[in-house]
């Protein structure tokens, strides 16, 4: 069992920033798919970004794509989305979350392998 302990959420205006932290424990994380999700009040948990176990494969949702980056430190256990101009629709509790066989992967992960989650940070937009 990984535990992930999500950081840096909180309130930001629209068009701001924030950094959000992601960290890991145990000594296999560079062996893990890791990813972003979001859920907002009243709507499903969905996917914000991913990356690949090498970090050689970054990939995301169409409604953050260009706005938002997701990287890794292997060294410190720890996986970042970066979150730029922002808006009220991105207000949401997110979660990091582990697949743990990533690395006998060829292909990305569904959204339905990832076998570790955080407990969540809370990030508000407002208008």
């Known amino acids: 069992q990984v535990q992930l302990v999500e950081s840096g959420g909180g309130l930001v205006q629209a068009g701001g920033s924030l950094r959000l932290s992601c960290a890991a424990s145990?000594?296999?994380?560079?062996?893990?798919?890791m990813g972003w999700f979001r859920q907002a009040p009243g709507k499903e948990r969905e996917f914000v970004a991913g990356i690949r176990w090498s970090g050689g494969d970054r990939y995301y949702a169409d409604s953050v794509k260009g706005r938002f980056a997701i990287s890794r430190d292997n060294a410190m256990n720890t996986v970042y989305l970066q979150m730029n101009s922002l808006k009220p629709e991105d207000t949401a509790l997110y979660y990091c979350?582990?697949?743990?066989?990533?690395?006998?992967?060829?292909?990305?992960?569904?959204?339905?392998?990832?076998?570790?989650w955080g407990q969540g940070t809370q990030v508000t937009v407002s208008s």
């Open positions: 145990g000594r296999s994380f560079s062996r893990y798919n």
């Open positions: 979350a582990a697949d743990t066989a990533g690395y006998y992967k060829a292909t990305r992960p569904r959204h339905d392998e990832y076998d570790n």
